[in-house]
T-cell receptor
Framework: DTAVSQTPKYLVTQMGNDKSIKCEQN?????MYWYKQDSKKFLKIMFS???????INETVPNRFSPKSPDKAHLNLHINSLELGDSAVYFC??????????????FGAGSRLTVL | QQQVKQSPQSLIVQKGGISIINCAYE??????FPWYQQFPGKGPALLIA?????SEKKEGRFTISFNKSAKQFSLHIMDSQPGDSATYFC???????????FGAGTRLFVKA
C-alpha cells in the first residue's frame, strides 16, 4: 500500500499550458504539503494544508493554486507554465509523533518538464 | 535566505569508512533537527532526528552530533555501505512544527 501517492509521475508539456498534479495519502494524516525540488536537489516548501485549511503559503507565483477537497487529498494546479517551473514536485503528509515532532512522509515525486 | 547550511555538497567514501555531513543553522528558535535520506527516483524519508536538549543521538550506524552553542549539527554514518549511497538532507523546524526548512543536500557515494 502506497502511503502518499502522486500522479502523474512524469509530465512533459509546452510553455503556456496548464497542468495539474494530484496527491492522495492513506495514512490518516491531518496535514499535507507541496514541496518543489529543483535541478540542484534543493527542497523548498510551497504550500501546506491542515484539515483542508491553508496554513502555509510561501512566496509562490499565483499561477500555482493548491486545492484540498478533503484531508486525504491535495492537488496542485499550475497555470501558464514557464520554463522555470521545471522541477520535481513532492507531495507530503505529516502527523504529530509521540516525540512531539511533526514527521513528514513524502510521495515519490512528479517530474515536470516544461519545453 | 538559506537558514540551514549544509556541507559538503557531495561526498565519496570507501566502503567501511565514516561519512560525515555537517549542517549549521541561524535561527535559534529551531528546536527539532531531522535528517532525511533520499534515493534516486524516491521521495525523502526520515532517517533520524534530534532535539537540542541532547548532544548526541545514535540509531544503528547513524549518529547525530549536536552543538547548540555553535548552532551546528552533523550526521555520522559509521561503516558506510554502498546501499547508503543517497542524498542526505538536514532540516530544522520550530516546535517540530509544520514548516520544515531543508539544507541543500549532500550526495553521498560509497565505493565498494
Amino acid at each position: 500500500d502506497t502511503a502518499v501517492s502522486q500522479t502523474p509521475k512524469y509530465l512533459v508539456t509546452q510553455m503556456g499550458n496548464d497542468k495539474s498534479i494530484k496527491c492522495e495519502q492513506n495514512l490518516g494524516h491531518d496535514t499535507m504539503y507541496w514541496y518543489k525540488q529543483d535541478s540542484k536537489k534543493f527542497l523548498k516548501i510551497m504550500f501546506s494544508y491542515n484539515n483542508k485549511e491553508l496554513i502555509i503559503n510561501e512566496t509562490v507565483p499565483n499561477r500555482f493554486s493548491p486545492k484540498s477537497p478533503d484531508k486525504a487529498h491535495l492537488n496542485l494546479h499550475i497555470n501558464s507554465l514557464e520554463l522555470g517551473d521545471s522541477a520535481v514536485y513532492f507531495c507530503a503528509s505529516s502527523t504529530w509523533e509521540s516525540s512531539g515532532a511533526n514527521v513528514l512522509t513524502f510521495g515519490a515525486g512528479s517530474r515536470l518538464t516544461v519545453l | 535566505q538559506q537558514q540551514v547550511k549544509q556541507s559538503p555538497q557531495s561526498l565519496i567514501v570507501q566502503k567501511g569508512g565514516i561519512s560525515i555531513i555537517n549542517c549549521a543553522y541561524e535561527n535559534t528558535a529551531f528546536d527539532y533537527f531531522p535528517w532525511y535520506q533520499q534515493f534516486p527516483g524516491k521521495g525523502p524519508a526520515l532517517l533520524i532526528a534530534i532535539r537540542p536538549d541532547v548532544s548526541e543521538k545514535k540509531e544503528g550506524r547513524f549518529t547525530i552530533s549536536f552543538n547548540k552553542s555553535a548552532k551546528q549539527f552533523s550526521l555520522h554514518i559509521m561503516d558506510s555501505q554502498p546501499g547508503d549511497s543517497a542524498t542526505y538532507f538536514c532540516a530544522a523546524s520550530i516546535g517540530g512544527g509544520f514548516k520544515t526548512i531543508f539544507g541543500a543536500g549532500t550526495r553521498l557515494f560509497v565505493k565498494a
